[in-house]
């Protein structure tokens, strides 16, 4: 059965900290992942990663994808308060065009 | 607005009780999706619409739920005599008409539904 597991489920650092939020899978036909931050109730895109090795980056936040290991991973260096949020990983099958699954968020708390 | 809506916020059900869920997604979007997201999981896909056709309602829990989006844009999800189990935020979230439509999926606010 494909699943998704994220780790730690929840942590706790203070502002100025460097985090790394984990992510693997067991999916059969891979084709993509994808990292959502959620505040409150709605998840807001953050990367979509297809391809091993390569590193998004977007201001302090970057992910990279290890295809061969079956995980990627999410960076966030100098930590604010507004970074506290769950942040979710989902996979998509290449044979659904629409259908995604999800772990279950790692709960990042940032503490001034 | 130009974000996907949903309403109401929050809703408390006796059990038994049917309610009904709104989702607005934004202008132009043929994509929506629902989900059901439990306290501390991640969301589960409850079913997907390309325009007013409902491609999929493979995560739909029982018979009891529902959904539908006769003109292709807003959209609704049902619950009949709702169960406690049924406790939970209902997100919905649209994309744009692409072939990968997952690319990037915009989501709404969410219902809160609490079952007593």
């Known amino acids: 059965e494909d699943k998704v597991v994220q780790s730690p489920l929840s942590l706790v650092v203070h502002e100025g900290d460097t985090v790394t939020l984990n992510c693997s899978y067991e999916?059969?036909?891979?084709?993509?992942l994808l990292w959502y931050k959620q505040e409150k109730k709605a998840p807001t895109f953050l990367f979509m990663l297809t391809s091993s090795g390569i590193e998004k980056k977007s201001g302090r936040l970057s992910s990279i994808l290890d295809k061969k290991e079956l995980f990627s991973i999410l960076n966030i260096t100098a930590t604010q308060t507004g970074d506290s949020a769950v942040y979710l990983c989902?996979?998509?099958?290449?044979?659904?065009?629409?259908?995604?699954?999800w772990g279950a968020g790692t709960k990042l708390i940032i503490k001034p | 607005g130009a974000g996907v809506s949903q309403s109401p916020r929050y809703k408390v059900a006796k059990r038994g009780q049917d309610v009904a869920l709104r989702c607005d997604p934004i202008?132009?979007?043929?994509?929506l999706f629902w989900y059901q997201q439990a306290l501390g999981q991640g969301p589960e896909f409850l079913t997907y619409f390309q325009n007013e056709a409902q491609l999929d309602k493979s995560g739909l829990p029982s018979d009891r739920f529902f959904a539908e989006r006769p003109e292709g844009s807003v959209s609704t999800l049902k619950i009949q005599r709702t169960q406690q189990e049924d406790s939970a935020v209902y997100l919905c979230a649209s994309s744009w008409p692409d072939d990968r439509v997952i690319y990037e999926q915009f989501f709404g606010p969410g219902t809160r539904l609490t079952v007593l």
């Open positions: 989902a996979v998509e099958r290449a044979d659904s065009n629409y259908q995604l699954i």
């Open positions: 202008s132009g979007h043929v994509s």
């Open positions: 999916v059969t036909n891979f084709r993509s």
